[in-house]
Structure formats: C-alpha cells, structure tokens
C-alpha cells in the first residue's frame, strides 16, 4: 500500500462529484463477491473420467441399437450430474447468505452532512466517520483521530491492535479496508476502494492461483483410465478371439463392444456422488459446510495442516490470566469476556473488598477504561479496545462494582506516552488511575505495593518488577502495569503514582482445540502454526495446545531461506511466525512438492491465496471473510477447529466407504464378465441380457453398493497414519480380492446356467441370473471391512445394508414372478429346486470370507499383537 503526501480536503464530496467518481473508479468491491454461475457449476460435474466413460458407453450401445441400454446409462449420467450440482449449489447459495448477514454500510460526509451509505459505494476521496465497532470500508488516511485503535488481524493475523494517528508515517497514519475499530474514534479520506485496496489486492493474489484438482478426482481419473483400457482391451480380445475362431466379423466386433460396455460400472459415478453428498450433508448438521463434494475426503486424506492462530486456534478475545501484585500471584479462572470465572489465590477465591490489594488493583481496571460489556442472545459481547475488554472482564469476575459515574478527567492514551489515566471519585476521596506499559508507567511511579504495604520503588524493586515482566512476556502474555495515589483536584498531573502490580493477558486457545490437535496427531497429521503473532504468543499458544515445537521462525528469517534450507526447517518441530500472505503461499507449495496432502486452515484475507492453492483450504465462517471463504473447499460454520477433526475423521470414513463399494462393485461386473467370457468360448447362447446386465449394475448392485457407502466409522480410523498422496482407490490386493470373487461369482452362475439348461434356455437365464445377482448381494458382508469379521463389525450395525439387502432381493424375487418385470428382464417363474441350488452356492461368499478373517484375528490375539488393521482377504 503506497501513501503520499497531497493534501486532503477535509469537508467532504457532494453528491454529484461521489457520482462521477463511481462511474470512474467502480463500485467498493473486490472478487470475493462473485457467485459461480449455476451452469458452470452444472458442467462440471460431467468432466470427470469416469462419466466420460459412462457418456462414452452410452453412445456405444446406442450405435449398436440398445436403446434401453443407451437411455438407462444416459439417465445415470444425468442423475450423477444433478445430485453433484444440487449439494455445490446449495453450498454456494448458503455462503451467499452468509454475506448477506455481514453489515455493508458506513458512514461519509456527502455534500456537508453526515449520511450512511451502501459501502460499495464509496469512492476516493469520501471523508469517512469511524467510532468503535465500525468496520473501515476502504483504505484511508487519517485526517484527525482520538485513541483510535484498529484490529488488523484478518490482514495481517497479528491480534494485539494497533494505535493510528494523522501523519503517521506509512500505515501508522492509514486504516486499510476489512479492518476494524475497536476503540476511539477517526475521520479519514479514501484513497483507495475496491481492488485498488490492500484487502483486494490480496485477493487478486488468491485469483491468481489456478483451479486444483483434488485428490480423489485424480484417483477416480485413474481408476476410469484404468477400466477404459481394460474395456477395450477385453473388447479388442474378445473381437480377435471369435474372428480368430472363425465367427462372423461384424457380429464379433458388436460383441466386444458389448462387453466393454458390460465392464463399466455404470453405478459407480452416482453412487460415489450419492455418498459424499449424504456425508457432506452430514458433516453440515455438524457445523462444516463442504463447498465442493470431494472437499471432505481430500480433507480426511490430509498429512499435513497448516493454520492459523488468530481466530482459528484462539479465541481472538484477550483475556487476563494473571495478576502479579508484590509477589503474590491471582489466577483468573475463564476466557474470553464471559464475567462467571473466578479470581483465585493459593487456590482460594477471592473478591473484591476481600484483600485490599487485590480491591485497588480490579478498581483501576474497571475505573481506567473506556470499554464494556453487555449480555444479549445468551452471550457476553465486549464494546472497545481488546485488552481494556480483558481487564474489566477480569474485575467481573472479582465482583468489581461499576464506577457510578464518569470520570472528572483523562489524560488519553498516546502511541509516545503508551500509558492512560483517569481521575474519578471513589467513595468520598478523589483518586488517579492509571495503566500502560510497565516500562513508560513505571517512569511516574514513586512507590509501589509491596508484600509489607506501600514502599519506596527502589532499583532493586524496579529491577524485581522487569523481571516478572520479562518472564510474563517470555510466556507470550501481553503485560499491562497498574497505578494509582489520591489527588486533590481533577487536572493532576500523572506523577508520583504507587506502582500496584501488573496483569498477564492472552488471546487464549480455544477449549476444544487441544483435543482436537492431539487426534490428528494420532492419526500421523502434522499440525503446523503459521501465524502472523509474534514467536513468542506464538509460542505461548502452542505450548497450551501441547504441540511440541522446537524452533519458531519469522517472515524474515523464511525470506532468507532458499527451498533447500526452507525443505530442512519443514522436516523440523516448527511454528511460523510474523508471516505474511506471500510466506504461507510458499510454504504449501514446498509441503505439496514432497509428496504431502496439505489442508490450510485460515479466516482472514491474509490467508486466501494459501488456502486456495492447498489440496483443500478450510475457512472460518463467523469471523472469516468474504475472501477467505470462496478460496475455500470447506467452510467451519462455527469456527470450532474440534469441527475441522471431524471433518477429518469423515473424510476417512468416505474414502474407506468408496473402496469398499468400489471393490464391491467391480468384482460384481468382474463375476458377469467371467460368466460371459466363459459362456462365449463354450459357444453357447447368451447367459445375460442386456436388460438384465443393466439391471443387476444399476438397480440391484447400485442401492447395495451405497448402503455399502453408508458404513459407519471404525474406532481405529484416527489412530492410522495418513494413507500416501499416491495410494490409489485400487491396487495388486484389490485386484486379487475382485478376481477371486468374480472367479467363484462367474462359475456358480456359468454352473447354474448349464445345470438347467434342460428345462429350457429363459428358465436356465433367469437361475444364472437371479444366481448372479444374489451372490452379489451375499458378498457384501465381505466387503463391510478387509480385517474385521462381521460378528465383531455387529451384522446390524449397518441397518441400511440390512434394508438394502432385502430390498434388493424382493426386487429380484419381483422380475421373477411380477408379470411387468417378467416381461421386461424375459425371466421365467423359478421353482424350490433352483432357489435352493442358488441358496447353497451363496453360502461361501459369507462362510469364507468370515472364517479367514476370524482365523486372523484369532492367530494376531494369541500373538498378543491385537487385530491387525491392514489385514486383507487375499
């Protein structure tokens, strides 16, 4: 931001002269405004390799004349599109009420008088009204300003606010637009409005950052590579193999085409859409708003996090701790600006009136300031500056009563002086307080309180003293000295003060935030501060969290790091500290250049371009910006970071879920596949339709695949490392698993088949089919997990499987016996012979499965090892 020195009229702009400058400059906004259009949104979810394979298959059997085939496969197309853009749509429409709910007005001078005004309208050049409270519009500069003191947090993450004053050199006299006023009051010209503006530049670096693909669209994109080759390579072989053979070329060539069709599984985009919108609409009862469908798994994925303090890991409301008076310690006992805590000593509570020393210092601290507090919708709030909130929070608590009336005199607090004092009666006697720095209230102290009572402030005391400060400030509290003596008129002069003691302050962590570092530390995520605080709140904070760090580095000292040092500082216990938007940019960019899915958590402008170009970018919903949510995939309702661990553990729970119902679901078609195989090369009449193939891939294997989705979390899924950025939804395991259940699958129905074939081609095709569809359903159970056996899972712990499965069944008991469906699936009535042949063959599918795994876990408890995790079927 780059401030000059012309001069500023001060009276304002008429109307005319605000209209003619909106038309030359623009209205007061900056891209964090724009909403992504619905078609865009709509679109996108057809870009995926998978649907393009699907869109591909529908075209296929529409060549070859399935017209059912074509529009069943199209419908599932369309369906998986609708229910993506309906949960990114909603997500979209609920940020965009989010901002409605921000406040958009300020107030100007227009042609003399004071009005309030849409603050997207605002121009250079507008003299701008700020009181306590009041957000900056734009960025400005000062023209006149008493104890004006601004929050620049959501820019710069630093929380202890900042004295302005006119003519200050650089930002000292300048207020920057998203900041706010906490305390005093200002008024200021416009210089610079929307984009031109600090905050917008700042998001013009977050547009910057190109679209990111996150990491399950990129192992879906290689799992649809991968059936793509291996259907056509299936359906090249099969069309070589019948020509080979001798078989007509054209009907061969339509039958590998078929069967590369009958490979894809055409359920497999929607039943992964279906899952994650279930999960994220869960995940929104519970206070995380996923703004994209995959957020939430990418999230679950995540190695690394990096977040930021102010608002994120804290509270961002300063709190007094302690209160060190002659050698004695007073602990306060709560946070942020709720008055019910306590004040204690040796462990006992103590009031006001009940020491004498402790009654004077809670009497400054009440008497001494310009702020307040106010109890509305079942909440305290505070009105002024942060640390004078904290230390009338903490006379509160003592059961301080309010000054009746106003003070008789004040000389302010000053940037120079960094002190404040006050003149007021108390009881029947006038009395001067005072606070500020310890060092500069110090130099008009002449006595102090002692553990004796009143002393002269010796040497020894004043060093005494410095080192209490220096110990409280090496903690990472903020340190605030308090005075006072009995005056004899309301114009005193602030001199021979008695020094009364000196009050510990902190912008404190979040209660719940400590539990939650700890379970991502369990699962093998790395938690990483990167704050815009000094290293030693930083600190501070990070010890109260139990995060271990063992070194602290500044914007500064990063800037003179080149990667390969950056790399070695990053395989460190290490916090970042007096960081700027630039440094955390870099940062994620060198911890996704190693391999690591990196999450970033963040409220303010500051941290937009890192939380865009992170695999997925968490934002605060309260208190974060505009800029800050639409940079981010997953917005925290409640900017609760105990809501970002469970967010995690739900992404967890989504992957596992889509590896099950994907292994399920391609060993279902890898079972139909062998059959068919089989079938072909015995040369005998088609063992399935095509109407039946779609039914058993869509209907029956579809609504079983995602109750199958709908498995609920293990207990032991925060207690495993991060699986690798490159491990895939598939692999050799995988492979082996699908195959042997396709082998057993493709047999018994082949078995079925020519078992019955005596009684006739249509009744022989329904038992195969009906065969193959509920040997589907049986393996289920195997796929509820790849360690644990079902009778330790709870076979009713997943009731909707339990719904699934007999739904499923009645639907194929239904194309068997109902008429419609007889006709349209070409099925013939099955007798009690045939459905007991059918019965016996799925017995294995759950026996095996659960005898091999219960022998595991048996053979690992008599090793005293417990179950194995990353034990499989095969």
């Not at 209660?511 to 093998?524: D, W």
Request: aromatic share 6%.
């Amino acid at each position: 931001m780059q401030f000059d020195n012309t001069p500023i009229p001060v009276s304002g702009l008429t109307s005319a002269e605000a209209a003619k400058r909106l038309q030359i400059h623009g209205r007061n906004v900056v891209g964090e405004v724009r909403v992504t259009p619905a078609w865009k949104i709509f679109l996108r979810q057809f870009t995926g390799l998978l649907v393009l394979l699907l869109i591909g298959a529908a075209l296929v059997a529409l060549v070859l004349g399935e017209w059912i085939d074509s529009a069943a496969i199209g419908m599932v197309v369309v369906l998986n599109g609708v229910l993506g853009f309906v949960q990114e749509w909603r997500a979209e429409t609920a940020l965009a009420a989010l901002r409605e709910m921000l406040v958009g007005h300020a107030r100007v001078i227009r042609d003399g008088h004071p009005v309030e005004i849409d603050s997207r309208d605002i121009v250079p050049g507008d003299l701008v009204l700020l009181d306590a409270g009041d957000q900056v519009p734009a960025d400005a500069r000062l023209v006149s300003a008493l104890e004006l003191r601004i929050d620049e947090s959501v820019l710069t993450g630093e929380s202890i606010p900042v004295s302005k004053q006119p003519g200050g050199e650089g930002e000292t006299g300048a207020v920057m637009m998203g900041t706010l006023a906490v305390a005093g009051r200002a008024e200021a010209v416009v210089s610079a409005t929307g984009a031109s503006t600090a905050f917008g530049k700042i998001a013009q670096l977050t547009g910057s950052v190109g679209e990111k693909e996150t990491n399950l669209s990129r192992q879906l994109g290689r799992l649809g590579g991968q059936l793509g080759i291996a259907a056509l390579g299936l359906g090249a072989a099969i069309a070589i193999t019948g020509i080979l053979a001798g078989r007509n070329v054209i009907e061969m060539v339509m039958t590998g085409l078929s069967m590369a069709v009958a490979i894809v599984p055409e359920g497999l985009p929607a039943v992964v859409t279906i899952s994650l919108a279930l999960g994220a609409a869960a995940m929104v009862r519970q206070k995380a708003l996923a703004r994209r469908l995959q957020a939430m798994e990418t999230l679950g994925s995540a190695s690394v996090i990096c977040t930021d303090k102010t608002g994120t890991l804290t509270e961002n409301m300063m709190t007094g701790e302690i209160l060190w008076i002659g050698g004695r310690d007073y602990q306060a006992v709560g946070t942020g600006y709720d008055p019910a805590g306590r004040i204690l000593l040796d462990g006992q509570p103590l009031r006001h009136g009940d020491d004498p020393d402790l009654t004077d210092a809670l009497q400054v601290m009440v008497g001494c300031t310009h702020a307040s507090l106010y109890h509305e919708e079942s909440a305290w709030h505070m009105v002024g500056d942060p640390t004078e909130g904290a230390l009338v929070t903490f006379a509160y608590k003592g059961w301080t009563p309010v000054p009746p009336a106003g003070p008789l005199a004040e000389i302010p607090f000053t940037s120079e002086r960094k002190r404040m004092s006050m003149v007021r009666w108390q009881d029947d006697r006038l009395v001067q307080l005072a606070k500020g720095a310890p060092e500069h209230l110090l130099e008009v102290c002449s006595h102090w309180r002692g553990p004796d009572g009143t002393a002269p402030l010796t040497g020894a005391v004043r060093d005494e003293i410095h080192s209490v400060y220096a110990k409280m400030a090496d903690k990472g509290l903020r340190v605030i000295a308090l005075a006072r003596r009995d005056v004899t008129e309301a114009e005193a002069p602030e001199a021979d003060l008695e020094f009364i003691g000196l009050v510990g302050m902190i912008d404190p962590p979040r209660p719940e935030v400590k539990q939650a570092i700890s379970a991502c530390r369990s699962a093998g995520i790395r938690v990483i501060m990167i704050t815009g605080d000094g290293p030693r709140t930083a600190r501070a904070i990070a010890d109260a969290l139990s995060l271990p760090i063992d070194r602290a580095i500044t914007g500064a000292e990063l800037e003179a790091m080149d990667d390969t040092e950056l790399r070695a500082v990053l395989s460190e216990q290490v916090l970042f500290a007096r960081t700027a938007p630039e440094h955390k940019m870099r940062l994620v960019e060198l911890l996704q250049s190693e391999g690591l899915i990196v999450a970033m958590t963040g409220d303010g402008v500051n941290d937009a371009p890192a939380l865009k170009r992170a695999d997925v970018g968490v934002a605060m919903g309260i208190r974060g910006t505009d800029v800050s949510k639409d940079a981010a995939d997953l917005v925290l309702l409640d900017d609760n970071f105990a809501t970002l661990e469970r967010a995690i553990r739900e992404g967890r729970r989504q992957f596992a879920n889509i590896r099950r119902f994907v292994r399920y679901l391609l060993s279902s078609n890898a079972g139909e596949v062998i059959a068919i195989l089989a079938n072909l090369a015995l040369g005998g009449p088609l063992i399935y339709l095509p109407t039946q193939i779609l039914w058993m891939n869509l209907v029956t294997d579809g609504v079983t695949a995602l109750a199958l989705g709908l498995e609920p979390g293990t207990p032991d899924q925060m207690t495993e490392p991060p699986r690798p950025a490159k491990q895939g939804i598939m692999d050799w395991t995988a492979v082996g698993l699908i195959l042997s259940f396709g082998i057993y699958t493709g047999s018994a129905s082949l078995y079925l088949f020519y078992a019955f074939m005596v009684e006739g081609d249509a009744l022989a095709r329904t038992a195969a089919f009906t065969g193959m569809v509920l040997f589907e359903k049986m393996s289920v159970f195997a796929f509820r997990s790849f360690s644990q056996p079902c009778w330790r899972l709870g076979w009713l712990s997943n009731p909707k499987l339990i719904l699934a499965l007999i739904l499923m069944v009645g639907a194929q008991i239904a194309a068997v016996y109902w008429p419609p469906l007889q006709l349209l699936l070409r099925t013939a009535p099955l007798g009690w012979n045939h459905w007991q042949q059918i019965w016996l063959l799925c017995l294995p599918l759950v026996l095996v499965p659960e005898a091999i795994k219960s022998l595991r876990l048996l053979r690992s408890r008599h090793r005293g090892e417990g179950a194995a995790p990353n034990a499989t079927l095969t």
